[in-house]
Every structure is written in structure tokens, then in C-alpha cells.
């Protein structure tokens, strides 16, 4: 878990492949997150092979079109690349309970956990990997391409490849800033 890191694009053995019966294990890993009620509300688009140019031109386009006067080519191009550096780009989604037994922020929590699950397993493999909240993840008109309905809820992307180039060491603040103890 300490030496766990996010590992991004850039950093990938671009074109190397990794197996995806081993990317089923990691999702298997990943359903046996903890979750509220036994909803198991995540829910995985797998991009590999040609369907990494599928995602890639699906986001660039709906970025293209959505941002108007902000619109900047080298976003467009990022979009359009990044997916290809990668092995394989796992959609996370939140499929919310029809019953809605759990508030939202539960649902989302529990596919989060899954998410760690990811990250800890890609790790463990020694592969790299990082869980992106850029590109169109937070619009509306993205949910139908991942099948997604109004109530559920596209969660970011997770880019998994063989690393060519290691991230640094990471660092974290110390322990007493985020824990208060209370003993009597
Ligand atoms: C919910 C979530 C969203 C993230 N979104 C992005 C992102 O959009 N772009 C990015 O470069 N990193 C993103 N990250 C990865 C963080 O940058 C990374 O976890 C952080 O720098 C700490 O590094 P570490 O994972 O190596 O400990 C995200 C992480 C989480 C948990």
C-alpha cells in the first residue's frame, strides 16, 4: 500500500499489452470491495485494442464539441493520444441501486473501494496505472456511450499499461495532522 503509485501515460510501455485475463482478475479483485446493502453498484467498461481509439475519439469529439470558446487544441490532442499509450482504460462507473435502499454518497464510496482494489492489484502485478477525473467524465452526455442512466454516474477512467518509466517516491503529510485519539 505505501509503495503503491500512480503511474501515468506518459510513463507506459506504449503497444505492450497486458493479458486480459489478467485484467479480469483485477476486476475481480474489485468487486469484492466492501458495499453498503450487497448493491455492488460499480459497474466496467473495459477500452483494449481498437477500442482504445473508439474511447479516445469518443472523448475528443464530445469535448470538441461541448467546449465552446474554451476549446483548446492541445486538450483535444491529449485526449485523442493518451488512450493509446495505454494497455487497456477501465471506465468506473456507479450504477445506483433501483431500490435507492443507500444514499448516493455510499454508492459512490463503495465503487471508490473497489477503485483502491484496482490500484493495489495493478501494483501488485508491477504494472502502472492511475484513476483519471479529467476529460468528459462529469458531463451529462457521456453517461449513454458507458451505458449509463440519469441516476447513475460516470466516475473516471483508469489507465493501466506496463511501466517504461517509474514514478518517484511519493510523500505524505505526517500522521498526527490526520488523527486525533481519544482515550478516556
Ligand atoms: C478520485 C481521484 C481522481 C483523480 N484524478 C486525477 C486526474 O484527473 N489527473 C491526475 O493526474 N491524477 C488524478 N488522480 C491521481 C492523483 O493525482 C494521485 O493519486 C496523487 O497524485 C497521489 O499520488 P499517488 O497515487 O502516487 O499516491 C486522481 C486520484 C483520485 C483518487
Known sequence: MRHR????????????HIP????????????????HGHTEPWHFVV????????FANFQSE?????AGEKFKEATY????????LASHVIAL?????????????????????AVENIYLSVAAYGFGGYWTTGGVTYNEKAK?????????????????GYIAVPSPDG??????????????
Not at 486480459?20 to 458495499?35: G, K, M, R, V
Not at 440519469?150 to 473516471?156: A, K, V
Open 144 to 160: 449513454s456511450f458507458f451505458g449509463l442512466d440519469e441516476d447513475d454516474r460516470l466516475l473516471g477512467f483508469f489507465y493501466t
Open 20 to 35: 486480459d485475463e489478467i485484467i479480469n482478475q483485477i476486476l475481480t479483485n474489485a468487486s469484492w470491495a466492501p458495499n
Open 5 to 16: 503509485r500512480s503511474v501515468f501515460p506518459d510513463q507506459f510501455e506504449a503497444g505492450r
Open 93 to 113: 462507473c456507479m450504477k445506483r441501486d433501483p431500490n435507492k435502499k443507500h444514499p448516493e454518497i455510499e454508492e459512490i464510496a463503495a465503487v471508490a473501494c
Open 171 to 184: 510523500k505524505r503529510k505526517p500522521l498526527e495532522e490526520k488523527v486525533v485519539w481519544v482515550r478516556d
Open 77 to 84: 490532442q491529449k485526449m485523442k493520444r493518451n488512450p493509446l
Open 47 to 54: 477500452f483494449t485494442n481498437e477500442g482504445l481509439k473508439t
Open 62 to 66: 464530445l469535448y470538441r464539441e461541448i
